[in-house]
């Protein structure tokens, strides 16, 4: 063992965005069903983690530039497998095409049909290769926009067709702006098999022992209940 751990407690920074219910701000308080396990595993392994909530695109940046830092929640897409040390998967849900309820013209039934309407995004957004690959064009049916409540805003005014969202962030997301899942219908899977899910992401000077331990804890974790305890906090409330 390196005297990285043998001789002090590493302090690792850990980013993160507002990305409920995996990681949040509650009334100042970080939270969340990934940041939880998170915080068990920086125990667990005896790091000490300071996790801070940013911007997606600014934790992203720190997390390759700060070489004791880390990110999560992550999609481990293959244009960021060489950019980080892994540690997961955690918990990711699947993801949907919605619509507003009141729009029933809006009905695509399989994924070949979902192209024909525009949809909002994050510019950025980890989700972007993937609806090019299935037919959507940047500035003609997909629109990209700085932040989320820009395209949400829009989405709700009827000006974009289709929002995405996962069966377990689809409430928190709307929530944050006024809204809820009464007002949207789910259509369309969106098959992300190549982003494996949401991950904690390890700058690549992370001394790689350290990352072995966390893969380790949360493979005794899993062996427990497979993270249920962590799952009942934020999921069965709903």
Not at 3 to 20: C, L, R
Not at 66 to 80: D, F, I
Request: with cysteine; net charge positive.
């Amino acid at each position: 063992m390196s005297s990285y751990i043998a001789y002090s407690k590493p302090v690792i920074t850990i980013y993160t965005e507002q990305f409920p219910p995996y990681n949040f701000s509650n009334k100042g308080q970080l939270q969340g069903v990934n940041l939880d396990i998170t915080r068990a595993l920086c125990k667990r392994v005896n790091v000490d983690c300071q996790f801070e909530l940013l911007p997606w695109t600014r934790a992203y940046h720190l997390a390759q530039k700060n070489k004791a830092s880390g990110l999560v929640s992550t999609a481990r897409s293959p244009e960021r497998e060489l950019l980080f040390q892994w540690v997961g998967p955690l918990i990711s849900s699947r993801t949907f095409f919605y619509r507003l309820t009141s729009n029933r013209h809006i009905n695509p039934t399989d994924l070949s049909q979902v192209s024909n309407y525009t949809l909002g995004l994050a510019r950025g957004d980890v989700y972007e290769q993937l609806v090019h690959d299935i037919g959507f064009i940047k500035d003609k049916n997909l629109l990209n926009f700085s932040h989320h409540y820009e395209y949400i805003n829009l989405f709700f005014k009827n000006k974009i067709d289709l929002i995405l969202g996962s069966e377990s962030t689809i409430d928190y997301q709307l929530q944050q702006y006024g809204h809820d899942s009464s007002e949207v219908v789910k259509l369309v899977e969106l098959p992300v098999n190549k982003l494996k899910g949401n991950y904690l992401a390890f700058n690549k000077s992370v001394p790689k022992e350290i990352v072995e331990k966390f893969n380790q804890e949360l493979a005794a974790l899993r062996k427990v209940d497979d993270l249920d305890t962590f799952r009942q906090r934020y999921f069965n409330k709903r």
